[in-house]
């Protein structure tokens, strides 16, 4: 015979839930009060809190870094620093100097400048300062041109000598803003 009820209008089974409590050891029901309770609640509500403040602190973090890196000014090689402080000391009227483009390429640097001579002409002029590679200091100046005329080499091999207080005393390293696309805004 089947314990289970036959149910005779439809002729089906019904089955009987039947939940068997099992007993629980005191421990386990420490547990199961801790968990049901608001302490346990208040805990897990704190916890969200604090996740969540930590990855609004990340981001505003990420945020303001992301700001002062926007407004920080690009810096150059100490190949740009050399190759800019013999530029000042071999211009007639450093005052008037303003560094336009910088583009550093391989073993060279070209440098676009603008300044006025002696004449009050003010006019837009390169120089390239090409390196090689030296034991002491890394790299030296092999030769200069200004204007696409090389300068002497003896005077390049002069100015070599004061490569080591340059590197000791590195000059301003910021690279210009780009000049603008548009004629007008030149």
């Not at 550093?104 to 590679?133: A, H, L, N």
């Not at 030296?134 to 003896?154: A, C, N, Q, Y």
């Not at 210009?176 to 030149?186: A, G, H, I, K, V």
Request: one cysteine or more.
């Amino acid at each position: 015979m089947n314990d289970t009820p036959i149910d005779k209008k439809s002729n089906s089974i019904k089955k009987i839930d039947i939940k068997l409590e099992k007993a629980l050891s005191p421990s386990e029901e420490i547990d199961l009060t801790i968990s049901q309770s608001n302490v346990q609640k208040k805990k897990g509500q704190i916890r969200k809190k604090q996740i969540k403040i930590g990855i609004i602190s990340v981001g505003i973090l990420f945020l303001i870094y992301g700001i002062y890196f926007l407004f920080v000014p690009y810096k150059g090689t100490m190949a740009f620093g050399i190759c800019k402080v013999f530029l000042e000391l071999n211009v007639r009227y450093p005052n008037t100097l303003r560094i336009n483009t910088v583009e550093e390429i391989g073993t060279f640097v070209r440098i676009w400048y603008t300044q006025t001579d002696s004449f009050g002409e003010y006019r837009m002029e390169p120089i390239q300062c090409y390196y090689k590679p030296d034991e002491k200091l890394g790299f030296i100046l092999d030769k200069v041109t200004v204007r696409r005329r090389e300068v002497d080499p003896e005077k390049v091999n002069r100015f070599n000598k004061t490569i080591p207080i340059i590197l000791q005393y590195p000059p301003d390293l910021t690279l210009p803003t780009p000049l603008p696309d548009s004629l007008s805004n030149l």
